[in-house]
């Protein structure tokens, strides 16, 4: 039986090659890299589970393309691992606990892919 559960997580992503060196982190197979920056506690976000982040998206060169803590957003909802939303997303948010923050470094193939997504991610 699949129990749909709520986290509300922080999670700042970044579409490039570059990577902070605090937290701890992970480089997965894929080229997805995973920093922790505040573990959180409690259960992890699982699939089929309904998360709530909090998030920044940057480039490579640190220019911001989007972002839930701009006047007037929310916090950004959704199922995991279903494929609503990029795979870097389903695959980085995996794992975090209620409260944890994370910086994930996607690769493109992993985020909008080759054709980018309008005129701010290219």
Not at 60 to 74: A, I, K, M, T, W
Not at 90 to 98: E, Y
Not at 105 to 121: E, F, H, Q, R, V
Request: proline letters at 3%; a neutral charge; charged letters at 20%.
């Amino acid at each position: 039986m699949n129990f749909s559960h709520q986290f509300l997580l922080s999670v700042l992503i970044f579409f490039g090659t570059g990577c902070s060196s605090m937290g701890s982190i992970k480089t997965m197979e894929n080229r997805l890299i995973i920093e922790n920056l505040v573990i959180g506690e409690g259960a992890e976000a699982q699939d089929y589970n309904k998360v709530v982040v909090n998030y920044t998206g940057t480039l490579e060169d640190g220019s911001v393309f989007d972002s839930s803590l701009n006047p007037g957003r929310e916090p950004f909802t959704f199922t995991l691992g279903v494929g609503s939303v990029i795979k870097g997303w389903d695959l980085g948010v995996k794992g975090m606990k209620v409260g944890g923050k994370r910086k994930l470094t996607i690769p493109s193939d992993l985020g909008y892919g080759d054709k980018g997504a309008g005129n701010l991610i290219p």
